[in-house]
């Protein structure tokens, strides 16, 4: 059974950084494309980057809005993903959610970003 | 970017009747490689989305046959055939031809 466990969330203040974790196992992490979501309160969803394996030169592609402040990683000895934040805003605010090859996502992690 | 505009369901749809969800891009999805480059989403109350159907119209694994899609380059429709209460949540579609892979709004299906 494929499980992904999203860890690293939490409340911080505005221009700090988090680091985001996402734990899988039950399938072949090394060849999976690792995609990172979230969702705003409203709902909203929100593709927010993308790592392909290694055969694909682990190219990364991120959505505007966070790129030059996020990076997503991957650790394929440790079958698992990173996301690194860095310059929180308030609208980053959201649930983050990891998903291998889009399928299944995560629980999701709550990012709150406040004064 | 990418739109992606969904319609809305006549709520709530009766237990055993069939319900079908409509999803727009703004541009064809359609791949010179002959696939259709769009998602459909279940996100049941509380829990995170769960993927239903990929490259427009195969289900994924372990996802009921009463569901369906459809379409052509531009618009979509998900077909949920004798709707159960387990049906209930929110669905989504999204385009993954072009970044940024954009999200519908999010049409929610509830059970009469």
């Known amino acids: 059974e494929v499980q992904v466990l999203e860890s690293g969330g939490g409340l911080v203040q505005p221009g700090n950084s988090l680091k985001l974790s996402c734990a899988t196992s039950?399938?072949?992490?090394?060849?999976?494309?690792m995609y990172w979501y979230r969702q705003f309160p409203e709902k909203r969803l929100e593709w927010i980057a993308r790592?392909?394996?290694?055969?694909?030169?682990?190219?990364?592609d991120y959505t505007e809005s966070v790129k030059g402040r996020f990076t997503i990683s991957r650790d394929d000895s440790k079958s698992s993903s990173y996301l690194q934040m860095t310059n929180l805003k308030e609208e980053d605010t959201a649930i983050y959610f990891c998903?291998?090859?889009?399928?299944?996502w995560g629980h999701g992690v709550m990012v709150t970003v406040s004064s | 970017d990418f739109v992606m505009t969904q319609g809305a369901l006549p709520n709530p749809v009766p237990s055993g009747e069939s319900a079908s969800i409509t999803c727009q891009s703004s541009?064809?999805?359609?791949?010179?490689?002959?696939?259709?480059?769009l998602n459909w989403y279940l996100q049941r109350p509380g829990q995170s989305p769960q993927l239903l159907i990929y490259?427009?119209?195969t289900r994924a694994s372990g996802v009921s046959d009463r569901f369906s899609g459809s379409g052509s380059g531009t618009d979509f429709t998900l077909k949920i055939s004798s709707v159960e209460a387990e049906d209930v949540g929110i669905y989504y579609c999204?385009?993954?031809?072009?970044?940024?892979?954009?999200f519908g709004s999010g049409t929610k299906l509830e059970i009469k």
């Open positions: 490259w427009m119209s």
């Open positions: 790592i392909k394996a290694k055969s694909y030169n682990y190219a990364t």
């Open positions: 541009k064809s999805l359609l791949h010179s490689n002959g696939k259709t480059y």
């Open positions: 999204q385009q993954f031809l072009d970044y940024p892979f954009t």
């Open positions: 998903a291998p090859n889009n399928d299944p």
């Open positions: 039950g399938f072949t992490f090394s060849t999976a494309w």
